[in-house]
């Protein structure tokens, strides 16, 4: 069992900077993935980023260039820095963890962009 819990959402201007935080707890280990979705209602939830155990990333095209996935393996955490926000990225940002075949959710933090 692992639980999530996100923080660091909120709203902004575009052009400005967020930091989400995820916390995992649980069955976890440093070499599990751990990755951010993001999801606009009537829209499917979309991959954001996500990283290995070992610190290799891998970002969405949309947001390449602009957020940086990092983790921390001895607190269990993942960050996702936002910079350059858009109007485009406004959503509602979740924390995944692949476990043994099942897909782990936090409860998801709102990020609005907007002057």
């Known amino acids: 069992q692992v639980h999530l819990v996100e923080s660091g959402g909120g709203s902004v201007q575009p052009g400005g900077s967020l930091r989400l935080s995820c916390v995992a707890s649980g069955t976890i280990s440093s070499s599990n993935i751990m990755g951010w979705y993001r999801q606009v209602p009537g829209k499917e939830r979309e991959l954001v980023a996500f990283i290995t155990g070992g610190g290799s990333a891998t970002l969405a095209d949309s947001v390449r260039g602009r957020f940086t996935i990092l983790r921390d393996n001895a607190r269990n955490t993942v960050y996702l820095q936002m910079n350059m926000l858009k109007s485009e990225d406004t959503a509602v940002y979740y924390c995944?963890?692949?476990?043994?075949?099942?897909?782990?959710w936090g409860q998801g933090t709102q990020v609005t962009v907007s002057s």
């Open positions: 995944n963890v692949p476990y043994w075949g099942v897909d782990y």
